[in-house]
């Protein structure tokens, strides 16, 4: 069986501005997650997504982890092929202040070749061109021998606890696949005439490190009576600082630095420091995202102390947040931790992870189907990819323990220019070719993982 790709690229393009309105359609249902369980609202997207598909005699069902936390989950494809799941978020981050916006928030406005709104580009044109490329396979007829799952699912921007989360507890067998494709990567680099794409392989995780320093109040009048909590967490806070993490080039994105950067000499764990202090002054950017990725992060970020101006602090406490590499665990952040702490009196910690770090092979038969399918929608042969590993988490870390193997990749076209996606910020805007070059992908993805496309 052979199955045309050309052809159905050329029917996205048909389809241009049916892609296009679903994606305004969706970022005028104001799906907003302020963290709290009856903010979110994705029910709202949930039946819009399901009205739309069944329309199009596509089998949809919403998962709800509550009344107002729908879970959307469509299927095509029939036979013992393999599986192969798009993953995306219907919440939003919350607007500050609209009226620093220049288009309104909710508005879906189209200008300057752009969809413009609070969720645009993290993640509903995504999840508009995911939706589309469904559509698109049903209406042309496509035979897919295996199951392709469709699942835009809440709470995303709040860690996943009713989203991708809730659905993994609860219903692990909609979500399980071979192979997955999320956000977490897809933005094209341009870097000595070559156009790179970034497949995010695996992901940091994230842990909170809560440091409780005892000491002994007493009025403020005579503090020498006291045991300053605050002058105690003096020496909590100059270890931290002092710390200095164990560097490593792990990461398969370390065996591409000439790819990506030019530079061509094997880097170690040794000398990987000081060539990123040489690219520093070249590629700021690219040099800040691999120093996160060679190493685990802990910093300070809230203190807490006291209860009245006129009473020496009894008790202090500092919030650390730590991002760990695919293979630092729990057991390895603590012992990191009470290094750091080592024969502090009246000190104490206790570590929350909030999300697990993992990874999935760059070395896997899934990868070729990206890279051709890439090539498809972006109507370009001379592409490069390198793995990369995502410095912020993404709900793949929920279906990679399901056997899932699961990329950050979502393409957006070589045109668009990524500095302008405006996510968590003013102005968040999608590039309309983005969003056509990712229902192309999508479409292609499907084709050549079940449908035999080669
Ligand atoms: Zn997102």
Redesign the pocket.
């Known amino acids: 069986m052979t199955v045309e790709i050309p052809r159905l690229m050329a029917m996205v393009d048909e389809a241009a501005d049916e892609v296009v309105r679903l994606t305004q359609d969706l970022v005028r249902i104001p799906t907003v997650n302020f963290g709290t369980p009856e903010s979110g609202d994705e029910m709202a997207a949930a039946e819009f997504l399901r009205d739309r598909l069944v329309e199009h005699g596509i089998e949809a069902t919403i998962y709800a982890a509550s009344d107002n936390r729908g879970n959307f989950v469509a299927r095509l494809g029939e036979g013992n092929g393999p599986r192969l799941l798009f993953m995306s ?1 219907t919440d939003v981050v919350p607007v500050e202040d609209p009226d620093q916006w220049t288009y309104p928030p909710f508005s879906g406005e189209i200008a300057e070749g752009r969809i413009w709104g609070r969720g645009a580009s ?2 509903k044109g995504t999840v508009a061109a995911q939706a589309m490329a469904l559509i698109i396979l049903k209406r042309a007829g496509v035979r897919l021998n295996g199951t392709l799952t469709f699942a835009a699912c809440a709470d ?2 709040a860690g996943g606890a009713y989203g991708f989360g809730w659905m993994v507890r609860h219903h692990p067998d909609v979500l399980r696949a071979d192979y997955a494709v999320n ?1 977490g990567g897809g933005g094209p680099v341009r870097s000595r005439g070559r156009i790179i794409y970034p497949i995010a392989t695996g992901e940091k995780g994230r842990l909170e490190v809560h440091i409780r320093i005892r000491g002994r109040g007493w009025h403020a009048s005579q503090p020498w009576r006291a045991d300053n909590a605050i002058y105690k967490a003096e020496e909590v806070i100059r270890r931290i600082r002092a710390w200095r993490p164990e560097v490593s080039v792990r990461a398969e994105i370390f065996q591409h630095l000439d790819t990506l950067a030019g530079i061509s000499e094997p880097v170690t764990d040794q000398t990987i420091d000081h060539v990123l202090s040489q690219l520093e002054g070249r590629d700021p950017t690219l040099a800040s995202m691999l120093r996160a990725a060679s190493r685990m992060t802990l910093v300070a970020t809230m203190i807490q102390a006291g209860v009245k101006s006129n009473s020496v602090a009894e008790a202090c406490t500092i919030v650390c947040d730590v991002r760990s590499l695919p293979w630092q665990d729990v057991a390895y952040v603590w012992r990191q931790v009470a290094d750091i702490l080592a024969g502090l009196d009246g000190v104490s910690f206790e570590i929350i992870e909030t999300a697990v770090s993992n990874s999935s092979p760059y070395d896997s038969p899934f990868r070729a189907h990206v890279e051709a399918a890439t090539r498809d929608a972006v109507g370009l042969d001379d592409l490069t990819f390198v793995p990369a590993l995502s410095v912020g988490f ?1 709900d793949s870390r929920f279906v990679r323990p399901l056997g899932n193997v699961t990329y950050g990749f979502i393409p957006s076209a070589p045109t668009d220019d990524p500095s302008r996606s405006g ?1 968590h910020n003013i102005n968040e805007s999608v590039g309309i070719d983005s969003v056509i070059t990712a229902t192309k992908f999508h479409v292609a993805l499907a084709c050549r993982v079940l449908a035999g496309a080669s």
């Open positions: 978020h993290d993640m995303e921007e956000e993404t996510a």
